[in-house]
């Protein structure tokens, strides 16, 4: 039995291929059939394949089966894009996955973490990626989010000034 991750792939049978042998591979979903010794799967579900070996020499054969387990992605979620003024802050990413490990990276900048949803401080528009790996299965995912900087408006009143009672100034 193997496990994969979704997307993946994973190589089923014999590691050599020898003279005189035939193979017939098939899948428990019907949808594969090989004729290779070791051939090149990638199932989207939990799938057996069955192989039947045979020696043209002597007439004999014999039949076994694999697993192979696919197993889902952790749910990455860096969370919707913000905007915040220059001194603020945004929170970034989702709730805690209890199976998954957290890996921050900022661009630009030197920020990282381990955290589901940490709080940041960017002085500029910085792009974070989210790296969620499940220690279960060694499966990962990405994703990234982008938090805006803008500066904070000069409110400028004007000059202070004195006026007389009745100026229309």
């Given at each position: 039995a193997s496990t994969i991750c979704v997307g993946g792939s994973h190589r089923i049978g014999a590691v050599n291929d020898s003279l005189g042998f035939t193979?017939?591979?098939t899948s428990s979903d019907s949808s594969f059939k090989s004729s290779l010794a070791h051939p090149l799967?990638?199932?989207?579900?939990?799938?057996t394949y069955t192989?039947?070996?045979?020696?043209?020499?002597?007439?004999?054969?014999?039949?076994?089966?694999?697993?192979?387990?696919?197993?889902?992605?952790?749910?990455?979620n860096a969370g919707v894009a913000s905007t915040i003024c220059v001194g603020g802050s945004a929170v970034i990413g989702a709730?805690?996955?209890?199976?998954?490990?957290?890996?921050?990276?900022?661009?630009?900048?030197?920020f990282t973490s381990t955290l589901s949803n940490?709080?940041?401080?960017?002085?500029?528009?910085?792009?974070?990626?989210?790296?969620?790996?499940n220690g279960n299965s060694g499966?990962?995912?990405?994703?990234?989010?982008?938090?805006?900087?803008v500066p904070v408006?000069?409110?400028?009143?004007g000059a202070?000034?004195?006026?007389?009672?009745?100026?229309?100034?």
């Open positions: 193979y017939s591979w799967v990638h199932p989207t579900i939990t799938t192989v039947t070996e045979s020696n043209s020499n002597s007439g004999c054969s014999a039949t076994n089966s694999v697993v192979v387990t696919v197993v889902p992605l952790p749910g990455a709730a805690n996955d209890s199976l998954g490990a957290y890996s921050w990276t900022s661009s630009p900048g030197s940490p709080t940041v401080h960017p002085r500029v528009t910085t792009t974070y990626r989210l790296t969620e790996s499966c990962s995912a990405t994703d990234s989010v982008v938090v805006t900087v408006p000069a409110a400028k009143a202070a000034s004195t006026i007389c009672a009745g100026d229309n100034h």
